[in-house]
């Protein structure tokens, strides 16, 4: 299985970047995603996640109203289109798979990982 996370770069405060997760290697559709974060020096924290035919999605309350997590499963991706981007939402940005039956909000609870794409907010 493969993650690969693009998308990220160098945005000011106020602007919107879409991050994007292409999986290889698997029935991507019968996999729930989820998006994580880690800031310099901070634990990976969850972000937004979303259910393997798209119709439910759960987020961070730190994000909620400003990011959306969506998937294309005729593509094998999954998006999260983040717009009124904080200085605070600075970090590496990870996707990853959802180990069924498990939570949704920790780390532990997902199995594959991609390796991660950088977002800058500039304030």
């Known amino acids: 299985v493969q993650l690969q996370a693009s998308g990220g770069g160098l945005v000011q405060a106020g602007g919107s970047l879409r991050l994007s997760c292409a999986v290889s290697?698997?029935?991507?559709?019968?996999?729930?995603m989820g998006w994580f974060r880690q800031a310099s020096g901070k634990e990976r924290e969850f972000v937004a996640a979303i259910r393997s035919s798209g119709t439910l999605t759960y987020y961070a309350d730190s994000v909620k109203g400003r990011f959306t997590i969506s998937r294309d499963n005729a593509k094998n991706t999954v998006y999260l289109q983040m717009n009124s981007l904080k200085p605070e939402d600075t970090a590496v940005y990870y996707c990853a798979d959802h180990r069924p039956g498990y939570g949704w909000s920790s780390p532990n609870d997902y199995g594959n990982w991609g390796q991660g794409t950088l977002v800058t907010v500039s304030s």
């Open positions: 290697g698997r029935a991507f559709r019968n996999y729930d």
